[in-house]
């Protein structure tokens, strides 16, 4: 790999900037949300909306994860992204990280990113790229709140992602910036607004109503980094 030109360098610091990723832990909850939260969503809607199109039309073959739910949640995947940043205090670099995982567990045959699985994929790669590269993150009970999801479930999303990346959660330096430009290049598409609601496994669980988190969890922070406890889920 060659050496970066100083016009190369501005290029992907001016990138980060427009999507938000220098937004460091202490000034968070006094700015805006990180703009790669929008194209993140925007991204992602429309992958589902074309993977649907093409499952209803019989046209590909599509095969069910542990992440399928039987309906699609109520809440949008950009309410959801939200949602997951305001209460989880992950750093913006990791919904980048997250899409990237998300796109390596897709590489399966007949697996492909629908509406009945878009929200729990996301939340547990979310989390996935917390515990690695972050200084510090919640335990998988608090993780699982956020998300609107039990503990059990937490923990058994996170394995299946795992070993499906057979714990290869490294990215190099190119790949993320890619990956930055292509999420930019969602600045210029609408984003689809559909209602979603996450199911867990007693039923629905309607998250716009759930937004009291429990702060007595925030005391429980890790400051770790994959180990046999994490990965067997904290409680």
Same mark, same amino acid.
């Given at each position: 790999?060659?050496?970066?030109?100083?016009?190369?360098?501005?290029?992907?610091?001016?990138?980060? !900037?427009?999507?938000?990723?220098?937004?460091?832990?202490?000034?968070?909850?006094?700015?805006?949300?990180?703009?790669?939260?929008?194209?993140?969503?925007?991204?992602?809607? $429309?992958?589902?909306?074309?993977?649907?199109? !093409?499952?209803?039309?019989?046209?590909?073959?599509?095969?069910?994860?542990?992440?399928? @739910?039987?309906?699609?949640?109520?809440?949008?995947?950009?309410?959801?992204?939200?949602?997951? %940043?305001?209460?989880?205090?992950?750093?913006?670099?990791?919904?980048?990280?997250?899409?990237?995982?998300?796109?390596?567990?897709?590489?399966?045959?007949? *697996?492909?990113?629908?509406?009945?699985?878009?929200? $729990?994929?996301?939340?547990?790669?979310?989390?996935?790229?917390?515990? %690695?590269?972050?200084?510090?993150?919640?335990?998988?009970?608090?993780?699982?709140?956020? @998300? @609107?999801?039990?503990?059990?479930?937490?923990?058994? %999303?996170? !394995?299946?992602?795992?070993?499906?990346?057979?714990?290869?959660?490294?990215?190099?330096?190119?790949?993320?910036?890619?990956?930055?430009?292509?999420?930019?290049?969602?600045?210029?598409?609408?984003?689809?607004?559909?209602? *979603?609601?996450?199911?867990?496994?007693?039923?629905?669980?309607?998250?716009?109503?759930?937004?009291?988190?429990?702060?007595?969890?925030?005391?429980?922070?890790?400051?770790?980094?994959?180990?046999?406890?994490?990965?067997?889920?904290?409680?």
């Amino acid at each position: 790999m060659g050496t970066l030109t100083t016009d190369d360098s501005d290029k992907h610091i001016e990138s980060y !900037l427009s999507l938000g990723l220098t937004v460091s832990q202490s000034k968070k909850k006094d700015t805006e949300y990180p703009k790669v939260l929008l194209l993140l969503a925007t991204y992602l809607d $429309r992958a589902v909306q074309k993977n649907e199109e !093409l499952l209803d039309s019989n046209k590909i073959k599509h095969s069910s994860t542990i992440f399928h @739910g039987q309906r699609a949640p109520d809440l949008s995947i950009k309410l959801y992204a939200e949602r997951i %940043f305001k209460y989880s205090e992950c750093s913006p670099s990791c919904f980048v990280l997250a899409l990237i995982y998300m796109e390596r567990y897709l590489q399966q045959p007949y *697996v492909y990113m629908t509406s009945l699985c878009v929200h $729990r994929l996301l939340i547990t790669s979310v989390v996935v790229a917390a515990k %690695f590269t972050d200084d510090a993150f919640f335990n998988n009970a608090f993780y699982a709140r956020v @998300g @609107g999801i039990s503990t059990v479930e937490m923990n058994r %999303f996170e !394995l299946d992602l795992l070993f499906n990346l057979d714990f290869r959660l490294k990215v190099d330096l190119e790949t993320f910036r890619s990956y930055c430009l292509q999420l930019e290049k969602e600045t210029m598409v609408f984003a689809i607004e559909r209602p *979603v609601q996450v199911h867990g496994a007693n039923g629905a669980t309607d998250l716009s109503r759930n937004s009291s988190i429990d702060e007595s969890c925030k005391s429980e922070l890790m400051r770790g980094r994959y180990n046999s406890q994490a990965l067997q889920g904290c409680s």
